[in-house]
């Protein structure tokens, strides 16, 4: 998740927009999109039956702090 906070601000940061990477696209990045990366999104990347997967828990308070960074 290190790697995913850093990605988000670097874009913001570039853009000088704090909106332009909120922190629903940055979980999609290192899920989904990684996902069909490895043309391997028929098997993981998302939380579907028959998918193999681990399961993170992120708080509320954590994805606020993101979006003001």
Do not use: W
């Not at 989904?32 to 399961?55: F, R």
Request: with cysteine; aromatic share 2%.
């Amino acid at each position: 998740m290190a790697n995913s906070k850093l990605c988000g601000k670097l874009q913001r940061l570039k853009h000088s927009d704090r909106t332009i990477m909120i922190p629903e696209q940055v979980i999609e990045m290192a899920t989904i999109d990684g996902a069909k990366a490895l043309h391997m999104e028929e098997k993981i990347g998302s939380l579907e039956v028959g998918k193999k997967a681990d399961i993170i828990i992120v708080e509320d308070s954590i994805c606020q702090y993101y979006a003001k960074l």
